[in-house]
């Protein structure tokens, strides 16, 4: 039997694992001793239970939390760290107030990517803070406007063209691979944009990669248990591939309109270029095409918000143009005409809509740890090196901000008299790094669809139904049932 073999074998895996908690696991967290006064409240549970319940149930583990402690800022020990979770719009304000927050270190807690030499985690804060400034540099408007505006229409009309004018797809893959398209044209180079065979080997490995949800990932990322050889072994293909294209672009001379270009031009070493085209990309599948799945199924639900972009379109295309939107030329021909600008400052309709969605859709949690010194959120004790978790869904769905939260609105009012009341593109000293290009590529993709079918909601027997609610319990937002988009021709033509 080889290794990779036993450790595939659950009880072989648990029982090893269960071996290192018990020579690693204590109760107690150091960071706490000798700090009883205004903690927050203890959620009491064994140190293995709470990271387990958070990963494969967040939504309801924090319902519990918030029942079991009777406090809406609590906390639960993951071995010898402690994390504090937030609720509340007091600890809400004081969370994103605060200034010795640091983002990077509190993924590390809760992202599970196994990081590799070079890779996309293994990176110090100075090229981590290098890694952003590359993501904003690709995100100035003369690279969006002449590069990859006229990509992104193009790449999207071609790939939603392969579905057919009708017939039915699977929106958590035949939309989610369109978004994972747009994130790899973005974000890595035109020699992975040719060649479709790698483009779709990459999505499989970016898929293994992703979050997990067996024990010894969740608790032991580094331990060497099946899956997490599994997605290591993935991780390395992805690194192999990139780094055999960056191999042959040094050696060739040619440049390229892309972002490894700009890196080589920076000068950056393997970390930074990994990281941006490793860590980015996962970060924004795993972010805005989960997003684009539930903007495309709940657009499908709304033919009102479909007309009105329909609407908002045609009427940008003439004034921005001068010409008609034609039912007889390709899509892809009449979008490019529109500037950036039209796009970004001109569709408020689209803003309404892309807004509505991360505020309803949006599975995420805000994960920070205290770089110190200690401090005070509403009257509760934040010690240094302890790690929060602020729950979007703490705003998002609440009632009394949003009635009905559950419903699709996109003209919902978003009110000004509560802090922090949208978290969409993230808040406080942290916002989203790549939201300017998310935000595009959702609107493009809404407006493409809009425009191109007449899409309602089926299950696997083709029968209408009710678009199911995300689960928020998962750390993705799949959907609590399967369910499928079928759809006829629009008025447009792909």
Request: hydrophobic share 40%; aromatic share 10%.
């Amino acid at each position: 039997m080889s290794i990779l073999t036993a450790l595939q074998d659950p009880a072989i895996s648990i029982s090893l694992i269960l071996v290192f908690s018990g020579l690693l696991s204590y109760r107690w967290s150091g960071s706490l001793r000798g700090k009883t006064k205004n903690l927050p409240a203890d959620l009491g549970w064994a140190s293995l239970t709470p990271i387990l319940e958070y990963v494969n149930r967040r939504e309801d583990f924090i319902r519990d939390g918030l029942q079991r402690t009777k406090e809406s800022i609590w906390r639960f020990s993951f071995m010898s760290k402690t994390v504090i979770v937030l609720t509340g719009h007091a600890a809400r304000e004081g969370f994103y107030k605060a200034r010795s927050l640091d983002v990077k270190e509190g993924t590390f807690l809760l992202a599970f990517v196994p990081p590799i030499p070079g890779g996309a985690v293994d990176v110090s804060p100075a090229d981590h803070s290098t890694i952003l400034r590359r993501a904003l540099a690709i995100q100035q408007p003369d690279n969006m406007q002449k590069v990859l505006l006229p990509q992104w229409i193009e790449d999207s009309c071609r790939l939603m063209r392969e579905w057919g004018t009708s017939g039915r797809i699977d929106p958590c893959d035949e939309v989610y691979e369109v978004f994972f398209y747009l994130i790899l044209r973005t974000l890595t180079c035109v020699e992975v944009m040719e060649d479709r065979e790698t483009c779709e080997k990459l999505k499989k490995l970016y898929d293994e990669m992703a979050f997990p949800t067996n024990v010894e990932g969740i608790y032991f990322s580094w331990f060497p248990g099946y899956n997490n050889v599994k997605r290591l072994l993935s991780t390395k293909r992805v690194y192999d591939i990139y780094s055999k294209v960056i191999k042959e672009r040094k050696a060739s001379g040619v440049r390229k309109d892309d972002a490894l270009q700009l890196l080589l031009d920076n000068g950056d070493d393997r970390t930074i270029t990994m990281g941006l085209m490793m860590g980015m990309v996962m970060a924004g599948s795993n972010s805005v095409g989960r997003i684009g799945i539930w903007l495309v199924s709940f657009l499908t639900t709304s033919s009102e918000w479909r007309q009105k972009i329909v609407t908002e379109i045609k009427d940008l295309i003439e004034s921005s143009t001068g010409d008609s939107l034609s039912p007889k030329i390709p899509l892809a021909k009449q979008l490019t005409k529109l500037s950036l600008d039209d796009w970004e400052n001109k569709t408020p309709v689209l803003d309404l809509v892309v807004a509505e969605m991360l505020r309803l859709a949006q599975p995420h949690a805000a994960v920070r740890r205290n770089l110190g010194p200690d401090f005070y959120i509403d009257g509760k004790l934040i010690p240094e090196k302890s790690y929060l978790v602020y729950p979007f869904s703490d705003i998002h769905h609440n009632s009394e901000v949003y009635p009905d939260p559950l419903e699709f609105r996109p003209g919902r009012e978003i009110p000004s008299n509560v802090p922090y009341a949208h978290l969409g593109w993230g808040a406080g000293k942290n916002p989203c790094t790549g939201r300017r290009l998310a935000k595009m590529q959702l609107k493009i993709i809404a407006t493409i669809f809009s425009l191109a079918y007449d899409p309602s909601i089926v299950n696997a027997e083709s029968s209408p139904m009710k678009l199911p609610n995300p689960d928020f319990n998962s750390v993705i937002g799949k959907p609590k049932e399967e369910f499928f988009i079928k759809y006829q021709p629009g008025e447009f033509t792909l």
